[in-house]
Each structure stands twice: as C-alpha cells, then as structure tokens.
C-alpha cells in the first residue's frame, strides 16, 4: 500500500489531495534528509578534515557536498511523483530523466573528485621541490575528463535503449583513423606522461643524451628543452629523448674519478717508489676526497706511466673540476719539491752518416 492510498484512508480525502499530500511529505522527508546531511558535513566532516594535516579531504568534502545534496532531492522528488496516479502513465519517463540525471551527478562528482586529485598531487610535488610541469596537469585533467564523459554518454545511450554495438564498432574504426593520424602526437604526449611519472630526470637537472649534454628547462607536451653547456637551447621531442640513454648526473653522489700522470724515463727508482706516497698525502688533505689507489701501471711511449683513482662525494660537475684542479697543483708542487719531471711528447730521429 503506498503512502497515498493510507493518507486517503484514514483521513477520507480524494484522490488528488491524498496524492498530493504524499508528494509533499516524501519531497520534504528528501529534503530534510538532504539539509540534514548537509549540516553534517558543515559541522562535522568539514570541522574534522580541518584538523587534518592533508588540505586534500577539506576539498574533497566541499566538492562532493553540493551535488549529494542534489542526488537527494532527486531521489525525493522521483519517489514522490510515483505516488502521483495521473502521472503513471509518464512513470517510464520520469524513470528515464531520473537515471540519466543520476549518472551525470555521479560523473560530475568523479570529474570533480578526480581535479581535486591531481591539484593536490601537484601542490604538493611542488612542496617537495619536484618542478611539475602546469601543461602536463591539464593535459591530464582533460584526459581524466573526457574519458569519464565518454563512459557516461555510452552509460546514458545504454539506459536510452540505444544498440551500443554500432556505436562502439564505429568509436574503434574512427579511434584507430585519428590514432594514425596523430601517431607522432600521441607518441609525444604519452611520452611526455612517461617523463612526468618515471621521472628519469626533473627539471634543473644535468643529463647527458648522446652528443649532447645541459640543464633540462622545461618539459611540455611534445618536447623537452635543454640549455646546453655551449649556451644555446636544444629542442628535443619527448619521443626521441625517451628512445635513447640519458644519463641524469643529478643522481650522481658519488663520483669516481680516473686519471694518469706520466714521468721520465729516466727518473731513478727510488724516486718512483715515492710517487704512490706522495699523491696519496695530495688527496688525502683534499676535502671530499678520498683515495682509492695508484699504481705504476706500464712503460709507456712518451714515459713511465701512473694511474690513480679517488672519489669525491658529489656529482656536481664544477665541484669536481675544483677539486681536481687542487689535486692537480699538489701533485706538481710535490714532484717539483722531489725533482720528479713529466715529459714532453718526443722523438728521437737517428741520421746515418
């Protein structure tokens, strides 16, 4: 028994007014559930989500209050005009406008839910000092969006009654036309979500890509920029970047460095045994320096040759530079004190007489 048909019968009024009276309370138990829910969104949710630390459920709340509110007041009029007699003969329809409308509210609340979402994960990339790229959070917003929107009109053409097989067989032929065409484009942008989220190097960082090495600008859509060491821009398509090593010497926190010293054939070996000591005594007073070995490796062309390995503590490039220039003037200094001499690349030409 519906609610209108008790009102009729115990208070003995005609149809219309019994139906209308129904209408009336179920609107207005729909709306005083919605109000109700509102206010404890109000006082309470939005009052515990600022307590939080996270800004992200204080948007989250007041994004999803309006349209709740909204879902509840269709609920309320839906089920009040089913007490309604003269209106069943539209009961079809107003079931129809009802779902429809539900669905929109729910992908309104996605769509909105989902902007919340990557605002916050920006915001706070950036608090962490990670540069995110404005372009790249639209790009995705608008993907995110349409993507719910295209759910939601074949959700919204299914609850029509409309046959989904053609639409969906045309959607994949026209899908995979535009992909061809856009191959290039697409391959950017998808690399360019690859870079956001992989991140293998960020903006401000040194990378080297073949050739080429420089301080990464910027990262759009199609392309990266990079500020070489010679001054000029390199414009590079996030593809092409993607498709070869890249080495991020941002990462670098320890480096390894390798060179050799060559002295005189002549020099006496007394002399050379000393060398090992005193480039270990040069690098062992440099600061961020650390020792590794040094060796008499071979007799080579021009002399006597010596590797010698260390490590510094960072990977940023004029730091080492500076370091190894010191490492440089103690060695020269130490040899010049022990009277140990590097040769010049020489030849000796023999006449016959």
Known sequence: MSLAEIIRQFFQL??????????????????????IGHSIFKRYLLRWAARTHSNLDDAILNNIRAPIFFLALLFGIYYGIENVSFLQDYSQTFALIFTVSEILVVCFIITRIANVLISWYGEQSDKQGKNVSNHILFILKKVIQVLVFSVTLLAILGVVGIDLSTI???????????????????????????????????????????????????????????????????????????????????????????????????????????????????????????????????????????????????????TYMDIQQHVNYGIYMAFEKEGISMPYPTQKVLLDK
């Open 168 to 318: 969906v067989v045309g959607l994949g032929v026209g899908g995979i036309a535009i992909a061809l065409a856009l191959q290039n484009i697409l391959s950017d942008l998808f690399s360019a979500f690859s870079i956001y989220f992989d991140r293998p190097f960020e903006i401000g960082d040194f990378i080297v890509i073949g050739n080429y090495s420089g301080t990464v600008k910027k990262v759009g859509i199609r392309s990266t920029r990079i500020k070489l060491l010679q001054g000029e821009e390199m414009v590079i398509s996030n593809k092409e970047l993607l498709s070869q090593p890249v080495r991020n010497f941002k990462k670098l926190k320890r480096r390894r460095i390798l060179f050799n010293l060559i002295v005189d054939n002549d020099t006496s070996i007394e002399k050379l045994k000393k060398i090992p000591d005193l480039i270990a005594k040069v690098i062992d007073k440099t600061e961020r320096a650390k020792l590794d070995r040094v060796h008499f490796r071979q007799f080579g062309t021009f002399g006597l040759d010596f590797e010698i390995v260390y490590f510094i503590n960072t990977g940023d490039y004029k």
């Open 14 to 35: 005609g149809p219309l007014v019994s139906e209308t009276i129904a209408f009336a309370i179920i609107l207005g138990i729909a709306l005083a559930v919605a109000w």
